[in-house]
């Protein structure tokens, strides 16, 4: 429960009406249902809402201007106000104290001060928690393994031996941390060396046998890292697959083996990366987009959703589609393509008149 | 801990220098700290890191011919040498000896010798598992499964009741063998059904208003030597098994539909979706991200490019491309038109006023 008072002054906003009123809840517009209930205008297309559930609440957008409302906040960002208002307002997930009986920690592994293990997790031998993690039930945590403090490791997820996880780090349910690399060769010529160097239709030599190569790598992790749901992160060949702080991969996401993804980075769910590839700082690589292995992506840099990158991209360069190309080409390509018809109609007609030049001069 | 002679021998390399040098490590050129390590060189462009890091031991392609270190080995695959090198110098996952008191083991369950079933690992009722099998934690294995001698299978994986997998197979953590088959019948036909016959598009009658279940009473049957990475699904057959073929290799968050078959000594990259009743024949190579629908077929040996969409039904020995994927020479015949278009336009332009100019002039 906080004031109006305080929350205005957390989310850097101007209040107008009661700083005194007590808020318990923070829902859409539709969703109001008393007084101690705000409401959360993040566009014009809710304020009628506002009305109807005689709304008594709201933060709004500074730029809608006041609104007929007893009290309201505005702000300059409201996406940015919505994540202050859940700071003060978040719902933390379940954990236990302490560690639980039915948890497996091997007798050297060592454990921080206020660290949570729920049940039926198993830290592996030699492994280091520090202070203030949670592991929230049935986490899989192999042997020499080292997380840094506070960080939230949620039900399901497998961290493998050897792998390197920073403070402050969330790694949503059911991901895998250091899975072992895609990483096979063949003995002989393979199928796809017989058609990459000319492309090639026919495929002329063959896969008869592969051969595995091993993974002897990590992970390492840096802080404030957040991965999605599922996602997979692989260990490098020899190296490191490296995560850079305050990236936040999203759910589905794979990472292959010796893969480098930079700082502050947003990599949106199912987009894949291929092994060995680099992404420079503050890169967002959009859902379902896919970067081959050993591409590099500059600083700044924007994969648009369902991109297939083909090329390395340079830095603060926006690329769109398969094969993924500027932004500007991109955009240039639709509207041409959506010409086409009206290029056939433009070529009959000239056809014609040709053809009618060709017979007028004939009679000439 | 090797010897410089022992391992060319192992890799089949030639040694240009002292055989009896010991190694400790294998290491990208860049990061040799001492007289121990050995530096692989996997192309001509990390040479200047030899220098660099006073490299004492390289093993390198033999187009190189000669290095300036003081020992090395020239082989003449070096992928391959890679391959060799991480069999003498692999670090197995860590697996507790034998069953760990706090897995739960049916008793009617069958467990071979020298077998590591680590914490949290379930075994259903009349369950087989195998000689020297390894389960790191937290595995799930259902009733009346068959699970064949050497197999890994990392923490998290659950396999379904009835599925049988083979010898020496690894699963990687988290991945889902033998759950149930997306499938699903309206009782009425549907929109696809209708958007199909008519190719309609636009506006759909809805139609889905009921949908009932078709439950899935086959398995999964995984033949030896196969690998599955982490977060992979591969779903039970709705009467019949969906089977993966000896040897065959696939990667992290791969989709494998109910009734699918895939061949011997495939390589499948991360993220394929391929659907039910999907037919991949022998040694098929699929690129990341690419789809194949239900019921379609692949031959023997064929390549499809990396976020390829299959439209039809693929021969053997084919490299395809693109969605709708088509073979390589006619996207690349496409991809050039796409390319031309704006000359295209400016040509018709031209030709217009052309036109027009021979049309006044003609009148006049």
């Not at chain 1, 297309?45 to 409302?69: C, F, H, I, R, T």
């Not at chain 1, 106000?81 to 060592?110: C, M, N």
């Not at chain 1, 949570?116 to 928690?129: A, F, K, L, R, Y």
Request: proline letters at 6%; hydrophobic letters at 40%.
């Amino acid at each position: 429960m906080k004031t109006l008072g305080q929350i205005a002054k957390y989310l850097d906003g101007e209040l107008r009406g009661n700083a005194d009123v007590a808020i318990t809840r923070v829902v859409h517009p539709a969703l109001v249902r008393g007084p101690e209930d705000l409401a959360l205008v993040l566009s014009r297309s809710v304020l009628e809402l506002l009305k109807q559930k005689q709304v008594a609440n709201a933060v709004v957008p500074a730029e809608l201007g006041p609104v007929d409302v007893p009290n309201f906040v505005l702000v300059p960002r409201p996406r940015l106000a919505l994540a202050r208002l859940l700071e003060l307002f978040e719902r933390p997930a379940y954990s236990i104290e302490g560690i639980h009986p039915s948890a497996v920690i091997d007798p050297t592994a060592k454990i921080g001060a206020n660290t949570s293990i729920g049940p039926h997790c198993w830290i592996g031998p030699n492994t280091e928690i520090g202070t203030g993690c949670r592991l929230i039930s049935n986490v899989s945590i192999g042997a020499e393994v080292k997380i840094g403090d506070q960080t939230l490791v949620h039900a399901g997820v497998f961290i493998g031996d050897r792998c390197e996880v920073g403070n402050y780090v969330i790694i949503q349910p059911n991901a895998t941390i250091g899975g072992d690399g895609f990483s096979f060769v063949t003995p002989e010529r393979g199928s796809v060396e017989s058609v990459r160097p000319n492309k090639k239709t026919e495929v002329t030599s063959f896969n008869h046998e592969i051969v595995r190569v091993n993974s002897i790598g990590n992970v390492v992790i840096e802080d404030y890292v957040e991965i999605g749901a599922g996602t997979c992160i692989d260990r490098g060949t020899l190296g490191e697959t490296r995560i850079g702080s305050g990236s936040k991969l999203d759910n589905l996401v794979q990472v292959g083996h010796n893969a480098n993804i930079g700082r502050n980075c947003l990599i949106v769910a199912m987009a894949g990366l291929g092994g060995s590839s680099k992404v420079g700082d503050r890169v967002v690589l959009g859902g379902q987009a896919g970067l081959p292995d050993h591409m590099v992506v500059g600083d700044d840099a924007v994969i648009w959703a369902q991109a297939g990158v083909v090329g390395n991209v340079p830095a603060k360069q926006a690329v769109a589609s398969t094969p993924a190309v500027p932004m500007r080409d991109f955009l240039e390509r639709e509207v041409q393509l959506r010409r086409l018809p009206a290029m056939q109609r433009q070529l009959k007609e000239l056809q014609k008149a040709v053809a009618d030049l060709q017979k007028e001069l004939g009679k000439g | 801990m090797r010897t410089l002679g022992e391992i060319a021998k192992y890799v089949d390399g030639k040694l240009q220098g002292d055989p009896a040098v010991v190694i400790t490590r294998i290491v990208h050129p860049a990061l040799v700290r001492g007289p121990e390590d050995l530096a692989l060189v996997l192309s001509g462009n990390v040479l200047d890191f030899l220098k660099q890091t006073q490299a004492a031991n390289a093993i390198a392609p033999e187009e190189l011919t000669a290095l300036d270190v003081p020992n090395y080995i020239l082989v003449s695959r070096p992928r391959l040498a890679l391959a060799r090198l991480l069999e003498l110098f692999e670090r197995p996952v860590y697996a507790g000896e034998g069953i760990h008191p706090t897995a739960a083991i049916d008793a009617t369950a069958k467990i071979g010798e020298k077998v590591s079933i680590g914490p949290h690992c379930w075994i259903g009722p009349n369950s087989t598992i195998g000689t020297g099998t390894r389960l790191i934690c937290n595995v799930s294995v259902g009733a009346e499964v068959e699970i064949g001698e050497k197999t890994l299978l990392h923490p998290g994986v659950s396999v379904g009741d009835r599925c049988k997998i083979g010898k020496r197979v690894i699963i990687q953590p988290n991945a889902c063998i033998g759950g149930d088959g997306f499938s699903f019948v309206t009782a009425e036909p549907g929109n696809i059904e209708a958007a199909r016959q008519k190719k309609q598009s636009g506006q759909m009658p809805s139609l889905n208003s009921e949908i009932v279940r078709i439950n899935s009473i086959g398995n999964v049957v995984i033949e030896d030597d196969v690998e599955i990475g982490a977060g992979t699904c591969i779903d039970r057959g709705t009467l019949g098994e969906t089977r993966i073929g000896r040897g065959t290799k696939i990667d992290n968050l791969v989709q494998i539909g109910h009734n699918v078959t895939v061949g011997q000594n495939c390589l499948i990259v991360a993220q394929v979706g391929m659907g039910g009743s999907a037919k991949v024949g022998e040694r098929v190579v699929m690129g990341g991200q690419a789809g194949l629908p239900d019921h379609m077929t692949i031959g023997d040996d064929s390549v499809i490019v990396a976020q390829a969409g299959i439209p039809g039904d693929v021969p053997p020995r084919q490299t395809i491309i693109g969605s709708p994927a088509m073979p390589v020479r006619e996207y690349l015949q496409q991809q050039m038109n796409f390319r031309r278009l704006p000359r295209f336009n400016q040509r018709l332009k031209e030709l217009e006023a052309k036109v027009a100019e021979l049309e006044k002039r003609l009148q006049s």
